[in-house]
T-cell receptor, first 114, second 113 residues
Framework: DAGITQSPRHKVTETGTPVTLRCHQT?????MYWYRQDPGHGLRLIHY???????DKGEVSDGYSVSRSKTEDFLLTLESATSSQTSVYFC?????????????FGEGSWLTVV | SQKIEQNSEALNIQEGKTATLTCNYT??????LQWYRQDPGRGPVFLLL?????KEKRKERLKVTFDTTLKQSLFHITASQPADSATYLC????????????FGKGTKLSVIP
């Protein structure tokens, strides 16, 4: 158990509405990541963070923003949700020590944009 | 552009046999490679990591090889069991300090009793 909690786990929202997904970790590791997983594409990196207020874009960052005001929380925001953002979103962390370069995933957040 | 290919979307194998999954990549020079297991409705779970200067790694019934010349990794499950049925993901590790992983699309393994 990597101590990662994602919320909400399931959400249905309407096109054009803002949505925020939360990732909470209990171990205060520096590196946190948001991935999305879609059939035919696999897991793709959206944004990542390497510390409080330190974030950077991944492969598919358009339409997403992130914030990290506390070490334990990494928020992913869809400012105006579109149907193409219907996906499963996974948060992940990389332990600061002892884990090598392994990252550990949360259980996912299923988002449907109608 | 960078490309990662896992040999097939689905692989069926008889219980007790060795399952071999393939991960090929192009336009990439990974520092390490990882394999993950993912069950339906769950997040990926780390299995094995192999670095660019390593040829082979083993863990119980699992074995991973890494050939940087062929740009290929093979993932073997020996004496496969129905409980091994899952999707297996290959992931390449970046040399950058961000520890980013780039994933393949996965191979769904079904072990038939």
């Amino acid at each position: 158990d990597a101590g990662i909690t994602q919320s909400p786990r399931h959400k249905v929202t309407e096109t054009g509405t803002p949505v925020t997904l939360r990732c909470h970790q209990t171990e205060n590791h520096r590196y946190m990541y948001w991935y999305r997983q879609d059939p035919g594409h696999g897991l793709r990196l959206i944004h990542y963070s390497y510390g409080v207020k330190d974030t950077d874009k991944g492969e598919v960052s358009d339409g997403y923003s992130v914030s990290r005001s506390k070490t334990e929380d990494f928020l992913l925001t869809l400012e105006s949700a579109t149907s193409s953002q219907t996906s499963v979103y996974f948060c992940a962390i990389r332990p600061d020590s002892g884990g090598g370069n392994t990252i550990y995933f949360g259980e996912g957040s299923w988002l449907t944009v109608v | 552009s960078q490309k990662i290919e896992q040999n097939s979307e689905a692989l069926n194998i008889q219980e007790g046999k060795t399952a071999t999954l393939t991960c090929n990549y192009t336009n990439y020079s990974p520092a390490y490679l990882q394999w993950y297991r993912q069950d339906p409705g769950r997040g990926p779970v780390f299995l094995l990591l192999i670095r660019e200067n390593e040829k082979e790694k083993r863990k119980e019934r699992l074995k991973v090889t890494f050939d940087t010349t062929l740009k290929q990794s093979l993932f073997h499950i020996t004496a496969s069991q129905p409980a091994d049925s899952a999707t297996y993901l290959c992931a390449l590790g970046s040399r950058a300090g961000s520890y980013q992983l780039t994933f393949g699309k996965g191979t769904k393994l079904s072990v038939i009793p």
